[in-house]
C-alpha cells in the first residue's frame, strides 16, 4: 500500500503504556488515524537483551507496515533506547523514538542544568536519557532513578492517595536537594501519576512528559515531509492489536488512553 497523508500513524508498545502516547497524539492530531499494536504475550520488554528487544521490534514493525503506515512511533522506552537504529535502517518510513524528543524538552526546560529522569530499571540501566541529554549539552547534570513500583500502581489504577504519595516519596525525596530543577518522565506508564510526583518534588521541578514531546515531535515531522492528514468530516479510525487475549488490555488500556477502547484484535505474530 502507497504511504499518504491520508495513511495511518503506527505506534507499538510492550503492553499498554504507550497508550498514553498514542492518547498525546490523537490530542495534537485529531484528524489522524492510527493503528495500535501491545505486544503483550511478550510484556515486559526492560528485562529483556537488546538483541531480543530488537527482533521483537522489527516483527512489530513489519506488522504496522502491512497496514500501510506512514511513520512508525516508537512507544516504547526499552525499545527506543536499543532497536530504533535497527529500525531506522530497514523501513521505508520515519521513526520516531521517546527518549530524544522527551531529553531535548527537557534541555529545553532547565534553569540550571539540573535534569532528573525517572524510568524501569531497564531504561534507566541502558543510559539512553543519559547519553542524549549529554549529546544535546554536555554541561547538562543528570540524576537518573529507576521507579519500578510505579508501573503496577498505574496498570491497577493507584494513581491517588496513600500508597502512590508514600513510594513517590520514597524514590523522588532527594531530588530537590541534588540540584535537579527539570524531571523526565521516562515511563510511558509515569504521567498517570504526574500528580503525585508533582507533589513530591515540588513546585520548582518542572516535569517533562516524554508522551507530549513525542507527540510534538511528530506533528513537527508530518508537518515538514508534507503528510499531514487534512481536517475531514469523518471521524479518523483507531485500530488496537494484541498478541496475548485482549481483556485486560482494554479494561486497563482505557485509563492509559482516556477513553474506552471498544475492541482490540488478538493476533499472532510468529516471533
Given at each position: 500500500?502507497?504511504?499518504?497523508?491520508?495513511?495511518?500513524?503506527?505506534?507499538?508498545?510492550?503492553?499498554?503504556?504507550?497508550?498514553?502516547?498514542?492518547?498525546?497524539?490523537?490530542?495534537?492530531?485529531?484528524?489522524?488515524?492510527?493503528?495500535?499494536?501491545?505486544?503483550t504475550?511478550?510484556?515486559?520488554?526492560?528485562?529483556?537483551?537488546?538483541?531480543?528487544?530488537?527482533?521483537?521490534?522489527?516483527?512489530?514493525?513489519e506488522?504496522l507496515?502491512?497496514?500501510?503506515?506512514?511513520?512508525?512511533?516508537?512507544?516504547?522506552?526499552?525499545?527506543?533506547?536499543?532497536?530504533?537504529?535497527?529500525?531506522?535502517?530497514?523501513?521505508?518510513?520515519?521513526?520516531?523514538?521517546?527518549?530524544?524528543?522527551?531529553?531535548?524538552?527537557?534541555?529545553?526546560?532547565?534553569?540550571?542544568?539540573?535534569?532528573?529522569?525517572?524510568?524501569?530499571?531497564?531504561t534507566?540501566?541502558?543510559?539512553?536519557?543519559?547519553?542524549?541529554?549529554?549529546?544535546?549539552?554536555?554541561?547538562?547534570?543528570?540524576?537518573?532513578?529507576?521507579c519500578?513500583?510505579?508501573?503496577?500502581?498505574?496498570?491497577e489504577g493507584?494513581?491517588?492517595?496513600?500508597?502512590?504519595?508514600?513510594?513517590?516519596?520514597?524514590?523522588?525525596?532527594?531530588?530537590?536537594?541534588?540540584?535537579?530543577?527539570?524531571?523526565?518522565?521516562?515511563?510511558?506508564?509515569?504521567?498517570?501519576?504526574?500528580?503525585?510526583?508533582?507533589?513530591?518534588?515540588?513546585?520548582?521541578?518542572?516535569?517533562?512528559?516524554?508522551?507530549?514531546?513525542?507527540?510534538?515531535?511528530?506533528?513537527?515531522?508530518?508537518?515538514?515531509?508534507?503528510?499531514?492528514?487534512p481536517?475531514?468530516?469523518?471521524?479518523?479510525?483507531?485500530a488496537?492489536?494484541?498478541?496475548?487475549?485482549?481483556?485486560?488490555?482494554?479494561?486497563?488500556?482505557?485509563?492509559?488512553?482516556?477513553?474506552?477502547?471498544?475492541?482490540?484484535?488478538?493476533?499472532?505474530?510468529?516471533?
Amino acid at each position: 500500500m502507497r504511504q499518504d497523508s491520508h495513511s495511518p500513524i503506527g505506534v507499538f508498545d510492550s503492553g499498554v503504556g504507550g497508550l498514553t502516547v498514542l492518547k498525546a497524539l490523537m490530542e495534537h492530531l485529531p484528524h489522524e488515524s492510527t493503528v495500535y499494536l501491545g505486544d503483550t504475550a511478550r510484556v515486559p520488554y526492560g528485562t529483556k537483551s537488546g538483541e531480543v528487544v530488537t527482533r521483537y521490534s522489527l516483527k512489530n514493525a513489519e506488522f504496522l507496515l502491512e497496514r500501510g503506515i506512514k511513520a512508525l512511533v516508537v512507544a516504547c522506552n526499552t525499545a527506543s533506547a536499543v532497536a530504533l537504529p535497527a529500525l531506522e535502517a530497514v523501513l521505508p518510513v520515519p521513526v520516531v523514538g521517546v527518549i530524544q524528543p522527551g531529553a531535548r524538552a527537557a534541555l529545553a526546560r532547565t534553569r540550571g542544568g539540573g535534569v532528573g529522569v525517572i524510568g524501569t530499571p531497564g531504561t534507566i540501566r541502558s543510559g539512553a536519557y543519559q547519553r542524549e541529554l549529554e549529546a544535546g549539552d554536555p554541561r547538562v547534570r543528570v540524576k537518573a532513578r529507576a521507579c519500578p513500583l510505579f508501573v503496577p500502581l498505574a496498570e491497577e489504577g493507584w494513581t491517588t492517595g496513600d500508597v502512590p504519595l508514600l513510594t513517590a516519596r520514597e524514590y523522588l525525596g532527594g531530588f530537590a536537594r541534588e540540584g535537579v530543577d527539570t524531571l523526565v518522565l521516562g515511563c510511558t506508564h509515569y504521567p498517570l501519576l504526574k500528580g503525585v510526583i508533582a507533589e513530591v518534588v515540588g513546585p520548582d521541578v518542572a516535569l517533562v512528559d516524554s508522551a507530549e514531546a513525542t507527540a510534538e515531535a511528530v506533528v513537527a515531522l508530518l508537518t515538514g515531509k508534507g503528510l499531514l492528514a487534512p481536517a475531514r468530516d469523518t471521524a479518523p479510525s483507531h485500530a488496537y492489536y494484541v498478541t496475548d487475549v485482549p481483556e485486560r488490555f482494554t479494561e486497563v488500556g482505557a485509563r492509559f488512553l482516556g477513553r474506552p477502547i471498544a475492541t482490540a484484535e488478538q493476533v499472532d505474530l510468529k516471533f
